[in-house]
């Protein structure tokens, strides 16, 4: 994340706290991610958000990388205990991160950016790509 990121974010977290709004959806927490610490190895607890590459993620389940090394973001037990935060904007759309179980599904309104560079919106809820089931997307 840059100081442009940080410094957005800080002012969207003052707005929201101005009109007595908590940052509580995905959308929010995305809007606020240039404030998250960009994931480290260490013990993490369910609730914690963090950046690690262009995702911002939330722990979903305790995890200890003094027992648990392989849990990275580059190994696959990363999202036994980690879920990619979902936009409900264009603006908050992220890369597509493939579904792993039903704590991380597409569901209807929220956008991702495609491996083509489009944004595009989940019309339903779907654990699939545009490219394994086009009829659940659509190009913002």
Not at 23 to 47: M, N, V
């Amino acid at each position: 994340m840059t100081l442009y990121d940080a410094l957005a974010s800080a002012i969207y977290i003052s707005r929201q706290a101005l009109g007595g709004v908590g940052i509580e959806s995905d959308d929010q927490k995305i809007r606020a991610s240039g404030l998250y610490e960009s994931w480290s190895p260490g013990r993490h607890k369910a609730g914690e958000i963090y950046n690690a590459g262009d995702q911002t993620w939330e722990c979903f389940q305790d995890y200890d990388n003094d027992v648990y090394p392989d849990i990275n973001p580059e190994g696959p037990a990363w999202y036994t205990f980690n879920r990619p935060l979902h936009g409900t904007s264009p603006e908050t759309a992220r890369p597509f991160v493939p579904v792993q179980g039903s704590h991380d599904l597409y569901r209807d309104g929220e956008y991702m950016v495609w491996t083509d560079g489009k944004i595009y919106r989940c019309k339903q809820d779907t654990a699939y790509s545009p490219e394994e089931y086009d009829a659940a997307w659509e190009v913002a």
